[in-house]
């Protein structure tokens, strides 16, 4: 999912970055508002999880590979603004410093999976596990669906990136000037895979995590409320 | 041991099992995740390579391109890339951190 330089043409690329540039300013904003000394330890074990699972390639016999975000769970943990500041750090790194995905595309990249994805995933599992206790199953249920869904879309939004080129950029003679693929190769190709398999592993990694945490320290479920109720009063 | 502690021995872990995300993929002939072809790749299956994708593709040289797959033997190579990765990630974080979390809590 990690939209490598070439791809997206210029247009798109800033597009990307202009719509990120407030969205990270209001991250800070949030999180500087909201994350106290306690849970800086678990946003940088949040990002770094999120930097090592991308590395986790599944394959697809004979075809193409993909992996988890892992951006779900820190959202569920420190919220949806504090995993964007947490996943965003993570591309850049692995732009800069490993090339997987490139250094025009950042502002896309992070739009999929440092914005849609840490939000969906969030409300998706507040609305299921609403007004459950802290150790119910169905936490464990809603961050799976979380995962899963929230992967998904994220996909969708990469193929929609990728399939879109073709009509803003050709060249006199047909050729595609960046990504050569359309809407009607991208989106599904992206969108199959992801719900066949990848969406799948997001959902897992999400569900067995929160299962975990939920029997050795449910306090962690909570984390996020008890500081919203520290900063009310 | 506190949570937080058995987080970061997990952390741990999933560095030493990193190379598994390069191993299974060649096992089973899987190719590059959709979409992130090089050039050449590009040229076998639509049978050009786009102009502007081109000039693009070769605008930024990493330092330790796809993870270190090509040194020092790939799994070491796959797995120092993981260490290291975190390593900054961490830091960065932490430096953020001084700047963004409440100072009454600090």
Request: charged share 15%; proline share 6%; glycine share 10%.
């Amino acid at each position: 999912m990690h939209i490598p330089d070439g791809y997206l043409g210029p247009a798109t690329c800033g597009f990307f970055y202009l719509i990120m540039l407030p969205i990270w300013t209001v991250a800070s904003r949030a999180v500087k508002k909201t994350l106290n000394a306690r849970q800086v330890p678990m946003l940088a074990i949040g990002a770094a999880f999120s930097f090592v699972i991308m590395m986790f390639n599944i394959p697809i016999p004979g075809g193409s590979t993909g992996h988890a975000v892992g951006g779900v769970l820190v959202a569920i943990l420190l919220g949806p603004w504090a995993a964007c500041i947490a996943i965003t750090v993570t591309l850049v790194i692995q732009a800069l410093l490993f090339g997987d995905g490139g250094i025009t595309a950042i502002g896309a990249n992070c739009f999929n999976m440092a914005f849609v994805l840490p939000f969906t995933g969030y409300y998706i599992y507040k609305l299921i596990s609403y007004n459950c206790p802290e150790n119910s199953k169905r936490r464990v249920f809603a961050a799976g669906i979380a995962g899963y869904l929230a992967l998904n879309l994220a996909a969708l939004l990469t193929g929609i990136e990728f399939g879109l080129q073709p009509l803003l950029h050709h060249a006199a003679s047909g050729q595609s000037l960046y990504c050569p693929y359309g809407l009607n190769v991208a989106v599904p190709a992206m969108v199959v895979e992801h719900l066949l398999i990848f969406g799948w592993v997001e959902a897992i990694v999400t569900a067995l995590v929160i299962k975990y945490l939920q029997k050795h320290d449910p306090k962690l479920l909570g984390i996020k409320k008890e500081v919203e109720d520290e900063n009310s009063h | 041991m506190k949570t937080v502690t058995k987080l970061w021995v997990g952390l741990g872990i999933l560095i030493l099992l990193s190379p598994l995300g390069l191993l299974l993929p060649e096992h089973f002939k899987a190719q590059e995740a959709w979409g992130e072809w090089g050039t050449d790749k590009i040229k076998e299956m639509v049978g050009y390579i786009p102009r502007g994708l081109e000039k693009l593709s070769s605008l930024w040289q990493p330092p330790i391109p796809d993870y270190g797959q090509d040194r020092g033997g790939s799994v070491l190579g796959y797995m120092f890339s993981a260490l290291l990765g975190i390593l900054i990630v961490v830091s960065i974080i932490f430096l953020i951190s001084k700047f963004l979390s409440k100072k009454d809590n600090l």
